[in-house]
Every structure is written in structure tokens, then in C-alpha cells.
């Protein structure tokens, strides 16, 4: 099933054409519109007749969330106030929050990729989608909201939260496909388990999880718990939020809808740009955005690129999973260590839940690491010898993953904070 075929399909040499286009009129609208980026073409000797198809990208300017939040909070805007029909903003963790705009035409081709999107995994008119990611002003509930009416499906919009009526809605409603972050899927998996749902009652036969980097154990988790196909959904609010790139039914990486928002692999120590296929961080330049197009947007993800031709038909480039951040990836003696590694190892272990929290802490100019680990309830017992069996197996397995030690810390099921939203994995408490 593919919603638009002329673009999902069409031959790279005219999809590089077309951005090519779409690039060069985007670069010569934020120079008339946008003083900030007029300055920044201005210091590079750039001007807008410069940018004329994609091999010009390069030298193009890099934008940061930095620059987002210097020009807090409609600096970046391309169009004047009453052209603005939709406000989101990121949560400020440093003081103002990230804010973007919306034009009326912004959200009509938001809602256009995640029906896009939606459809790949199978989302027809028949569907019940059960949004549980946040309303307001993250962009995860009204960004499948859109995009499922856009499909045609009936949309239940609960947003995150209140477990107890997401099972009592799931199950009366009949909901078919569940829309939230991975760990609360697989929090909702628990709770019918919890609760005693019978299984028949449960009709979903898909999920879309993003917002929140998940590995595939944690896939291999979720499809156990809910009976379900597990689909990867990526997106991020500077950019259009959820939509950017989705799994086909292949899985074999997420495909970018590169016609809309073009996708270049850094290196993040010096911003050179690197072929399919290698590691580094993924740049994203949204060339049809009106509202707030930004040039060469650095989203501290880190994945790979692959131009090959899915078996699903389309030729759109997939993205792999983000195996991380390059802004919250941990440094520990000297070691690059990612939350999703120690996941990875967990989800291998049937004797562990997939809740864990990663503690470091600087003590005489030492970093320590420690992580606590909920036990399946199954496996928890009150021998110490056998708990001490088990923490030794997990502690020998991280540090095999890891290349550093660290300590373990079992813990009983249901100890470790849930969230409704992106869950929390690390407390770095050396910068305290």
C-alpha cells in the first residue's frame, strides 16, 4: 500500500531534480524574509542566485537549536503573523522553549506524510487509531491526529496518560492501531497483562512508536505484549514533527520523504558531509516548509542513510534507527556510551523487565556508572545467591556491550518511574 505513488516512487535522478528546485526557492525566500539568515549568507559570500540545484547544498550554512532559541520566539518566521495558523514549541530545558510555526499550507503537507506514513503500515479507512502521544504544544498527538483523518481512519484522541481509560477504550472501542512512544506501549503491554485483559479483547494489530530512540529488542518486546506489528515513526517539531520518515512493512529502515525534507549525514565533529552507509549525524533542510524553513537543520541524531531500492517498491532513502545523540550521549572514561546499548543487552535477557536508569556520578575526578535493572517478577526472588547470579550475568553483559564497568542494581518490578511520555533513561549528575 503506498499513499502517493509519484513522489514514494519516483526515480532519484527527477526526485534530485525537484529539490533541487525546491532548494534554490526556499534559499531565496529566507534571504528577503529572515535577517538572520540573510547575515549568515551575507558572511559567506552567498546570495540566493548561488544555490541552483542540490550540489550546492554544501555550502549552505548549518542551523543549530541554539539559533532557535536566540531567535525566540518568531525571528525564523518567513511569513508575517496572519499567515500563522499554528503554534508548537518544544519544552525548554535550558530556559525558553523551541518554538515553530505553521501555515495553513504547512500543516495541509504535514498531515499529507503521515498519512504517507500511516499508510505504510497498513492504516486504511477501516482503522481505529488510539493516539496516545501528547496534545498540545508537542507535536506528537495533532500530528497523527491530521494524518489519520487524512487516511480517512476513525481517530480516538486520548492523548497520554490515564492508563486505566486507554485499556477501557482500547477494549470497548476496539481500537486497531496504537500511536505512542515505545515505552509506554510497552507500559500499556504490562497493564492489560496487570488488569487481566483477556487477549481477545484486544483488537489492535499495529503500532507507530516514536519520539524516543528504541532498539530492537524493545520492538521484539512490544509485538509480545500487544500481539502487534511494531512500526518506527521519526520526527521532530523543528522540521514538521512525526512524519518525517517511517517504516514500510520491509522494516529495513525508515524511508525520508526526501521531497519534502532533505536529508544529508555529517560528520559531527567537523560537518563533513559522508556517504551512504557510514555513521554520523543526520542534517535535515525542510525545503517546502513555508512557515519556518530551515537551512541544514543539525538534529544531534545519530543514524545511516541507504539510497537503495526498498522491496516495498519505493525509493525513498531509509534512514536506520538512532542509535543515539551526539547532545546526550554519555562520555564515561573516555567511552561514548548510548541508553540503548545497555537496552539492547536487557531485551536478550528474559529474566528482566525492559525499565532501566542509568546513574553516573563524579567522585575524586572518577566517573562511576550505575544501573538499576527491574527484574521480572517471575524471576525476583528472595535468594541472595541467586539475585547475585543474575546481577553478575547482566553487570558481565553490559560491560562486555559497553567496554566499561559499571554496577548493577536489581530492582523489584514497578520500582523504576514510568513515563506517559518519552521516557527517562539517564541522570548525569556530574554537571550538578
Not at 40 to 48: A, F, T, V, Y
Not at 102 to 130: C, F, H, P
Not at 263 to 277: C, S
Not at 326 to 341: A, C, H, K, W, Y
Request: contains cysteine; charged residues 25%; proline residues 4%.
Amino acid at each position: 500500500m503506498i499513499w502517493n505513488r509519484q513522489y514514494e516512487c519516483m526515480e532519484r535522478e527527477e526526485l534530485r531534480k525537484i529539490q533541487g528546485e525546491r532548494l534554490s526557492a526556499m534559499v531565496s525566500r529566507v534571504w528577503n524574509t529572515v535577517p538572520f539568515y540573510r547575515q549568515r549568507l551575507q558572511e559567506l559570500g552567498i546570495e540566493p542566485g548561488d544555490i541552483r540545484s542540490m550540489d550546492d547544498l554544501p555550502k549552505l550554512p548549518f542551523t543549530t537549536k541554539q539559533d532557535l532559541r536566540d531567535n525566540y520566539p518568531f525571528g525564523l518566521f518567513t511569513v508575517p503573523q496572519e499567515g500563522i495558523v499554528r503554534l508548537h514549541a518544544s519544552s525548554g530545558t535550558t530556559g525558553k522553549p523551541t518554538v515553530v510555526g505553521y501555515t495553513k499550507n504547512d500543516i495541509a503537507m504535514w498531515s499529507e506524510v503521515v498519512a504517507r506514513s500511516l499508510t505504510m503500515a497498513g492504516v486504511t479507512q477501516s482503522d481505529i487509531i488510539q493516539v496516545a502521544y501528547g496534545y498540545g504544544l508537542f507535536t506528537g498527538g495533532l500530528g497523527l491526529h491530521y494524518g489519520a483523518e487524512t487516511v480517512g481512519a476513525s481517530v480516538i484522541p486520548i492523548s497520554g496518560g490515564n492508563t486505566k481509560k486507554q485499556l477501557q477504550l482500547m477494549e470497548d472501542f476496539g481500537s486497531t492501531v496504537l500511536a505512542c512512544t515505545p515505552s509506554y506501549a510497552a507500559f500499556l503491554g504490562e497493564a492489560i497483562i496487570e488488569e487481566k485483559i483477556q487477549k481477545e479483547n484486544i483488537k489492535l494489530k499495529a503500532g507507530i512508536f516514536g519520539a524516543e530512540p528504541w532498539t530492537e529488542g524493545m520492538r521484539t518486546e512490544i509485538e509480545r505484549l500487544l500481539g502487534i506489528k511494531a512500526y518506527d515513526i521519526y520526527g521532530l517539531s523543528e522540521i514538521i514533527g512525526p512524519g518525517v520518515s517511517m517504516e514500510c512493512r520491509c522494516q529495513t529502515g525508515m524511508h525520508i520523504f526526501e521531497d519534502h525534507f532533505i536529508p544529508e549525514i555529517i560528520n559531527p565533529d567537523t560537518g563533513e558531509v559522508l556517504p551512504y552507509g557510514e555513521l554520523g549525524e543526520l542534517v535535515f533542510t525542510p525545503a517546502t516548509k513555508e512557515a519556518m524553513p530551515l537551512i541544514r537543520y543539525r538534529t544531534r541524531d545519530l543514524t545511516r542513510l541507504h539510497a537503495e531500492r526498498c522491496q516495498c517498491g519505493r525509493t525513498l532513502v531509509r534512514m536506520e534507527k538512532c542509535v543515539g545523540r551526539t547532545d546526550d550521549m554519555l562520555i564515561i572514561r573516555g567511552v561514548n556510551v548510548f541508553p540503548s546499548q545497555v537496552e539492547a543487552v536487557l531485551l536478550e535477557m528474559s529474566e528482566t523487565r525492559p525499565h532501566y536508569l542509568l546513574t553516573v556520578e563524579r567522585r575524586h575526578n572518577l566517573d562511576s556508572l550505575e544501573i538499576q535493572v527491574e527484574v521480572d517478577e517471575s524471576f525476583f526472588s528472595d535468594e541472595v545467591k541467586e539475585l547475585e547470579g543474575l546481577r553478575n550475568k547482566i553487570q558481565s553483559a553490559i560491560g562486555s556491550m559497553l567496554g566499561i564497568s559499571s554496577t548493577v542494581r536489581l530492582v523489584e518490578p514497578g520500582t523504576i518511574e514510568r513515563s506517559m511520555g518519552k521516557a527517562k533513561r539517564v541522570i548525569d549528575n556530574r554537571t550538578r
